[in-house]
């Protein structure tokens, strides 16, 4: 709900494409979740540094303010796609490395090895691999300042992003607010 032009999460857990340079802009209201190795810039959204941020801490605990709420619910998001990108390709090796099929391919190729995973996750009662990518996940999540080998090499800061994503901070802390207190 609240993170409407988020494309995806970025820090290695991703599948790699090869993007014709006409494809490769992003549109300026689209922008991908990162961690905090990473700077808010045109298509980048962090979380607040020196705010608590990692799921496993927030177990027990409440949001005070709106950074931390925000933390919050980017780490969350940010979890539940690497976890969907992680589990894909342990699954699928075709989408651990870019190919260099027709833009459509490799479209169409990732949305097979979705259909296929969904699947296999209807016909089965256990999905271990599904455990076992939780577990590793968790191992990652607690060093998020280690950023892939694939990094990004340069990014433009702007004061717009900062500002675009403590106006979504905001609100989302008013709206979450509001709704304890009609709770209480």
Known sequence: MWFKGALGALNGTHVPLTVPIEDQEIPSNMYYLVNSGYTNCPGFIAPYRGTQYHLNL????????????????????????????????????????????????????????????NFIRDEMNEDKLLRAVDLELEDVSLNENEISEENITFVRVTDEWTAFRDALAKEMFEEYQSRHRRAI
Not at 71 to 100: D, G, M, P
Not at 106 to 112: E, G, K, M, S
């Open 58 to 117: 927030w177990r027990g605990n409440t949001p005070t303010d709106y950074k931390e709420l925000f933390n919050l619910r980017h780490s969350f998001v940010r979890n539940k796609i690497e976890q969907a990108f992680w589990l894909l390709k342990k699954r699928w090796a075709i989408l651990r490395t870019a190919s260099f099929y027709e833009m459509k391919t490799q479209i169409r190729i990732i949305n097979t090895c979705c259909i296929l995973h």
